[in-house]
């Protein structure tokens, strides 16, 4: 795993040193592999052949192909910057003097499968997780809001529709919420910076304050 250290000349790494060296010998490797290839396909079909149907054995198969056809080094120089789908993973090889033309084949890979890649890695660390929410609302003949849909769907397909009143969302939320509050804070997947949930209750009461206030104003304008 990547950690912060300091380096010789008293930079900032972000990689252990055994993946500094891992790193330098890989962009070697690769250097060598595009005098022959300059296009990269043989790294390139690799990639795209693996990342075709992902699953929570993608990440290792393709570092183990890559492996064997390239060499370890390769093998982890290629996927880690992939599938953490992070330009500052790209920036920190940068740093490690990787060879320019290898840093350019490097930003191809991570901009045609970063974001497949990525998405193997949810599914890895989360396989039953959640990808996407969706709320679509429903109205009725009157233009009034009669129901809500929600659509979630997991990182490996699958997904369920739930329609229903909004007086069942907003319990549904109470109930979110009241878990939620027993977290002190959160941080994010990729983010260095937590989140306090006593910050997002706030700006929750904000915006609620707001609505409710906002009623009340059109409804005193209809009495008068």
């Known amino acids: 795993m990547p950690r912060k250290k300091k380096t010789d000349n008293g930079e900032k790494g972000v990689f252990t040193a055994d993946m500094d060296k891992h790193i330098k010998k890989g962009g070697a490797a690769i250097a060598k592999v595009l005098k022959n290839d300059p296009e990269g396909r043989s790294i390139r079909e690799?990639?795209?052949?693996?990342?075709?149907?992902?699953?929570?054995?993608?990440?290792?198969?393709?570092?183990?192909?890559?492996?064997?056809?390239?060499?370890?080094?390769?093998?982890?120089?290629?996927?880690?910057?992939?599938?953490?789908?992070?330009?500052?993973?790209?920036?920190?090889?940068?740093?490690?003097?990787?060879?320019?033309?290898?840093?350019?084949?490097?930003?191809?890979?991570?901009?045609?499968y970063g974001t497949r890649a990525e998405h193997a890695a949810i599914r890895l660390k989360h396989p039953d997780g959640l990808e996407q929410t969706k709320f679509d609302l429903n109205?009725?003949?009157?233009?009034?809001?009669?129901?809500?849909?929600?659509?979630?769907?997991?990182?490996?397909?699958?997904?369920?529709?739930?329609?229903?009143?909004?007086?069942?969302?907003?319990?549904?939320?109470?109930?979110?919420?009241?878990?939620?509050?027993g977290i002190p804070d959160l941080e994010p997947a990729g983010s260095k910076t937590k989140v306090k949930i006593a910050d997002i209750f706030k700006k929750i009461e904000a915006i609620v304050e707001s609505r409710v206030n906002d009623s009340d104003n059109i409804r005193d304008r209809i009495d008068a």
């Open 46 to 112: 690799l990639v795209e052949y693996h990342l075709r149907d992902i699953d929570g054995d993608t990440h290792d198969d393709l570092t183990m192909a890559l492996a064997l056809v390239f060499g370890e080094d390769v093998g982890r120089t290629i996927t880690f910057p992939l599938f953490t789908n992070d330009p500052r993973v790209l920036a920190e090889y940068e740093r490690l003097k990787v060879p320019e033309r290898v840093m350019a084949h490097l930003r191809y890979l991570v901009a045609l």
């Open 139 to 181: 109205y009725d003949s009157g233009g009034k809001a009669q129901s809500i849909t929600m659509k979630l769907t997991r990182v490996d397909g699958d997904s369920i529709a739930i329609t229903d009143e909004p007086e069942a969302y907003l319990f549904l939320v109470y109930q979110m919420l009241e878990q939620l509050s």
